[in-house]
């Protein structure tokens, strides 16, 4: 079976037997998926070793018989009113796979194990399906294999991996023995646990679990260590880990030192980590999140479930504070919260009510656990389970310690975000927390303050307001600029940037303050946002270059305030624009479009609408640079553009440039295909999407900040019967004319769903004749031309008959779950939509639906008479939604012989460009951005 077949299996019945409110925990799973839909960090991964004389098809028997014990492996979410409640079903078809890795060379094995690990651990749930919960065995030797584990948070948690390990274990050893199970009935379900807590929140304990975190989190701070590269404007969870093994001595002395203290070795281990972040971050105050099992009755110990809850714990570092002394205080830290530990992490939040930043956690973003392994290395019949580390599907906070005990000694590890830090942060934090652990042992009654070691540069301000640090870092950073000088007002407020060029910009000065403007609008929120940017050919020398008096004073014109004219009136009317186009009954100037449900066709005729009522044309781009109501406003209504004897440029000594103009203009004659930048990267890469620009925006948003996005669409051509002739390779000879590379060799990635996908190919061929370097080119539900078409006339119908039977099953679930208008779905199938259209008098596309579907019926037409040519230097990525059957995989989608046998194909969630806007963009970007990662390092 290949591995691409790991996704879960939907369910053909639904026989309900129970349903039962949600958890806390669960709500907060549930609200996470519904901001980002099958997001990999909530899966939680496990994986055993098996070595012995076991037997697979034994092994999935206890599984079945597991899910069979445990209600919460048989449930599904389901939302009445707004509020999902979780509903248990009678059975669900539970298949474990085995994938045979006997005959891969044992060089290559460990290789292989772990890209197959980081596949199913990374694989989405969708909530509304039974069974959140899959396993996949690996078959390395006659008597040793792999169980790689994958549950969705919502039914699923640490102490589980316990249970769930001396059950399978137990069940199977006795299928294996013929004899009966020595396992207890269950005295409890997770239902009556989801009840007990929905009746304990209305108590009066609850009230004193309130009082209690209420003062305990008063003015508190946020903590977190200042990342590497920017924090973008959304969350990502792309991660790695960095470990450590320590010898068993170093348990045996950790043991002595927390029972000389008198404290637990949970206790000892917060006390370290938090004097380690102490000493790197130069905080008075630290704080982190822990988690707790969350079973204080003793029935709750034999059931699966998601039990665990989130603490906060809050340190002090007064001076001249000893280690012991530190201890001690944390030692009643620890206490006092275990004993206030029935708080809901989610109520928590509602009670501190902290500034939401959709970048951030709440509360915390660093977390520390210490735990002994949940599995218990056993013998059961003829085989052993061992625990092995686990594949991290995801990031949930922006760093993770966690110490896992084992037999052979405590594991320490780093866990961090990509997108914020290099590995040699990780690496510098895992041998600053060695050697914390160092210094509480050798010398426990010395000041903390002559712990050595790193200490990080300056932290964002707690106290609120935006880091001027970021921005200096920020755009330090872009490519064009060589110095930057920050200047604050007197009168307070944002900063002031003033930048000068680097020695190897080549664009025209008087658009930098506009490029860097859209540069920091995708790192940085509004209200952190420079009052404006200046141009200068250099900073003055003579004292600080920040110093008020060294930098010249803007202009009060000049300023990035309200500009004339974009006045409220605009901006209200083009609200009312918005409102209309997504739905809702009213847009505030902060609100995202794509935060309310924009999408592709919705943000099409949004931009139809600004045309009809205004008089000009927004570019593509625009929308990606300043998707906020008042951002669009200033950049659609921006000031007027300069009189033509004066130049937008000035040095030092006579002003300043500022802003992003759109200014309002007779339209020009469109080009072929529109370039729109989604993001400047460093200029290592640049990854080009072909079409579809709203959907690719969201795939670009979560890439990595050091790549360039750029999407090419030609979506806005005119196509009149001369350009009905142009072949394939001509077309893709536009584009690449279009991408404007010049001489010097570039590093290039390339990504087109369907016949997009087809052009892409043909672009890396002739990108490759011009000596550009290809990181992959990626191709999304794209078959070669041709091969469809050489089956035989039934295989074509029975294909044909799958993928309509499939579609209209996925369309009706996504209407009957509220994800889909009414009218969005008629138009999905050929005989609704003539029927919309006999209703409507007429063609039921609006003029952009009808622009898109002439230029997809274009390339279509285009790709029929082009003959494929083998492409065997490249790296091929193949890409298969829910739109094609696995079959897909195995055949290379019609392209095997034209591309390299070992061209690999993922799955994505999502029926074709739904894969871009649902679940499956998280795992796109994923798989896209560790390329991307793996061809820089190539490249240095």
């Known amino acids: 079976?290949?591995?691409?077949?790991?996704?879960?299996?939907?369910?053909?019945?639904?026989?309900?037997?129970?349903?039962?409110?949600?958890?806390?925990?669960?709500?907060?799973?549930?609200?996470?998926?519904?901001?980002?839909?099958?997001?990999?960090?909530?899966?939680?991964?496990?994986?055993?070793?098996?070595?012995?004389?076991?037997?697979?098809?034994?092994?999935?028997?206890?599984?079945?018989?597991?899910?069979?014990?445990?209600?919460?492996?048989?449930?599904?979410?389901s939302e009445t009113d707004g509020q999902p409640q979780q509903q248990v079903v009678e059975a669900v078809d539970f298949k474990m796979p085995v994938i045979d890795l006997r005959h891969v060379p044992e060089d290559q094995r460990d290789a292989r194990i772990q890209s197959i690990s980081k596949e199913t651990a990374a694989a989405p749930f969708d909530l509304a399906e039974p069974g959140l919960f899959r396993v996949t065995f690996l078959m390395v030797e006659n008597q040793r294999g792999f169980i790689l584990i994958t549950a969705h948070q919502s039914c699923f948690d640490g102490w589980s991996i316990r249970v769930l390990g001396r059950e399978v274990g137990e069940i199977a050893a006795a299928i294996d023995g013929q004899r009966t199970p020595g396992l207890a009935e269950l005295a409890l379900q997770y239902g009556d646990f989801a009840l007990w807590q929905d009746a304990y929140r209305n108590s009066y304990g609850f009230e004193t679990e309130k009082a209690y975190w209420r003062a305990q989190l008063a003015g508190a701070p946020y903590f977190e260590v200042e990342p590497d590269r920017p924090r973008g404007r959304t969350k990502t969870s792309h991660g790695e880990i960095l470990s450590a093994v320590m010898p068993l001595s170093f348990s045996e002395r950790i043991d002595a030192a927390a029972r000389a203290h008198q404290v637990s070795l949970f206790s000892y281990g917060a006390a370290v980590i938090s004097a380690a972040l102490h000493r790197y971050c130069a905080r008075r105050e630290v704080l982190f999140g822990t988690q707790i099992a969350g079973r204080e009755d003793v029935d709750l110990e034999s059931l699966i479930g998601v039990f665990i809850n989130n603490l906060v714990l809050r340190f002090d570092f007064p001076e001249s504070l000893t280690f012991t002394e530190h201890l001690?205080?944390?030692?009643?830290?620890?206490?006092?919260?275990?004993?206030?530990?029935?708080?809901?992490?989610?109520?928590?939040?509602?009670?501190?009510?902290?500034?939401?930043?959709?970048?951030?956690?709440?509360?915390?973003?660093?977390?520390?656990?210490?735990?002994?392994?949940?599995?218990?290395?056993?013998?059961?019949?003829?085989?052993?389970?061992?625990?092995?580390?686990?594949?991290?599907?995801?990031?949930?906070?922006?760093?993770?310690?966690?110490?896992?005990?084992?037999?052979?000694?405590?594991?320490?590890?780093?866990?961090?975000?990509?997108?914020?830090?290099?590995?040699?942060?990780?690496?510098?934090?895992?041998?600053?927390?060695?050697?914390?652990?160092?210094?509480?042992?050798?010398?426990?009654?010395?000041?903390l303050a002559s712990m050595q070691g790193p200490v990080r540069t300056p932290a964002a301000p707690a106290t609120g307001g935006p880091s001027t640090s970021r921005l200096e870092a920020l755009l330090a950073a872009h490519k064009d600029v060589a110095e930057v000088a920050l200047q604050l007002p007197a009168a307070g407020g944002n900063p002031y940037a003033f930048v000068t060029p680097a020695p190897i910009h080549a664009g025209p000065l008087e658009t930098l303050p506009m490029r860097l403007t859209s540069y920091l609008s995708g790192h940085l929120s509004p209200a952190d946002m420079p009052s404006g940017i200046s141009v200068m050919l250099s900073l003055p020398t003579a004292g600080p270059a920040s110093a008020p008096a060294a930098l010249p004073a803007p202009r009060p014109a000049e300023a990035k305030t309200d500009l004339p004219h974009s006045s409220p009136e605009r901006e209200s009317q083009l609200g009312r624009i918005w409102a209309d186009v997504l739905g809702v009954d009213t847009v505030h100037s902060d609100d995202d479009f794509f935060a309310l449900g924009g999408h592709s066709l919705l943000a099409l005729r949004m931009l139809s609408a600004v045309r009809a009522t205004f008089g000009v044309k927004p570019e593509?781009?625009?929308?990606?640079?300043?998707?906020?109501?008042?951002?669009?406003?200033?950049?659609?209504?921006?000031?007027?553009?300069?009189?033509?004897?004066?130049?937008?440029?000035?040095?030092?000594?006579?002003?300043?440039?500022?802003?992003?103009?759109?200014?309002?203009?007779?339209?020009?004659?469109?080009?072929?295909?529109?370039?729109?930048?989604?993001?400047?990267?460093?200029?290592?890469?640049?990854?080009?999407?072909?079409?579809?620009?709203?959907?690719?925006?969201?795939?670009?948003?979560?890439?990595?900040?050091?790549?360039?996005?750029?999407?090419?669409s030609m979506f806005n051509a005119s196509i009149d019967a001369a350009r009905r002739q142009l072949s394939l390779?001509?077309?893709?000879?536009?584009?690449?004319?279009?991408?404007?590379?010049?001489?010097?060799?570039?590093?290039?990635?390339?990504?087109?769903?369907?016949?997009?996908?087809?052009?892409?190919?043909?672009?890396?061929?002739?990108?490759?004749?011009?000596?550009?370097?290809?990181?992959?080119?990626?191709?999304?539900?794209?078959?070669?031309?041709?091969?469809?078409?050489?089956?035989?006339?039934?295989?074509?119908?029975?294909?044909?008959?799958?993928?309509?039977?499939?579609?209209?099953?996925?369309?009706?679930?996504?209407?009957?779950?509220?994800?889909?208008?009414?009218?969005?779905?008629?138009?999905?199938?050929?005989?609704?939509?003539?029927?919309?259209?006999?209703?409507?008098?007429?063609?039921?596309?609006?003029?952009?639906?009808?622009?898109?579907?002439?230029?997809?019926?274009?390339?279509?037409?285009?790709?029929?008479?082009?003959?494929?040519?083998?492409?065997?230097?490249?790296?091929?990525?193949?890409?298969?939604?829910?739109?094609?059957h696995r079959r897909a995989n195995d055949l290379l989608f019609g392209w095997r012989g034209f591309v390299p046998e070992d061209a690999p194909v993922f799955d994505v969630a999502g029926w074709h460009e739904d894969s871009l806007t649902q679940a499956g963009i998280e795992h796109l970007s994923g798989v896209l951005s560790d390329r991307l990662h793996a061809g820089a390092l190539l490249d240095q």
């Open 620 to 712: 593509l781009a625009l929308l990606f640079k300043a998707p906020t109501l008042a951002g669009f406003a200033r950049a659609l209504f921006g000031e007027a553009p300069q009189p033509p004897e004066e130049t937008p440029f000035r040095t030092a000594a006579s002003g300043a440039v500022t802003g992003p103009v759109v200014p309002a203009v007779p339209e020009a004659p469109q080009p072929t295909w529109d370039v729109s930048v989604y993001q400047e990267g460093d200029g290592s890469c640049a990854l080009y999407t072909l079409n579809h620009p709203f959907l690719y925006y969201r795939l670009a948003r979560l890439l990595p900040p050091e790549v360039s996005a750029v999407n090419l």
């Open 729 to 884: 390779e001509q077309i893709a000879g536009e584009a690449i004319s279009a991408m404007k590379l010049g001489p010097a060799p570039q590093s290039i990635a390339l990504i087109g769903l369907c016949v997009n996908g087809v052009l892409a190919m043909e672009m890396t061929r002739q990108l490759h004749c011009l000596g550009h370097r290809i990181q992959f080119v990626a191709l999304i539900d794209s078959w070669a031309p041709g091969y469809v078409g050489s089956q035989s006339r039934l295989t074509r119908l029975r294909w044909t008959m799958e993928k309509r039977v499939k579609r209209l099953a996925y369309f009706t679930g996504k209407l009957l779950r509220g994800r889909m208008r009414l009218i969005t779905y008629l138009k999905e199938f050929n005989v609704t939509l003539k029927l919309v259209e006999r209703f409507r008098g007429g063609n039921a596309m609006d003029a952009e639906e009808q622009a898109n579907a002439d230029v997809t019926e274009f390339l279509v037409a285009a790709a029929r008479r082009y003959r494929p040519r083998p492409i065997s230097a490249e790296t091929v990525l193949f890409f298969r939604s829910q739109a094609n």
């Open 328 to 447: 001690r205080r944390v030692s009643a830290t620890v206490a006092d919260a275990l004993n206030h530990q029935r708080m809901p992490f989610n109520n928590l939040v509602e009670l501190v009510n902290p500034a939401r930043d959709p970048s951030r956690n709440p509360l915390v973003s660093v977390n520390f656990n210490q735990q002994k392994a949940f599995l218990e290395n056993a013998h059961y019949g003829g085989f052993e389970l061992i625990s092995a580390p686990s594949q991290s599907p995801g990031v949930i906070y922006d760093l993770n310690f966690i110490m896992i005990g084992r037999p052979d000694g405590w594991r320490m590890s780093v866990e961090y975000n990509t997108d914020l830090f290099d590995a040699r942060t990780a690496q510098e934090l895992l041998d600053l927390w060695r050697s914390a652990y160092a210094f509480a042992l050798d010398n426990p009654d010395a000041p």
């Open 1 to 77: 079976m290949s591995e691409a077949d790991q996704r879960p299996r939907p369910q053909a019945a639904r026989d309900v037997v129970a349903t039962f409110p949600c958890t806390q925990t669960q709500l907060r799973c549930w609200f996470l998926d519904q901001l980002n839909p099958g997001n990999p960090a909530l899966n939680v991964a496990v994986r055993w070793e098996i070595r012995g004389a076991f037997k697979t098809a034994s092994i999935e028997a206890a599984f079945r018989q597991v899910i069979a014990r445990h209600e919460i492996l048989r449930t599904f979410f």
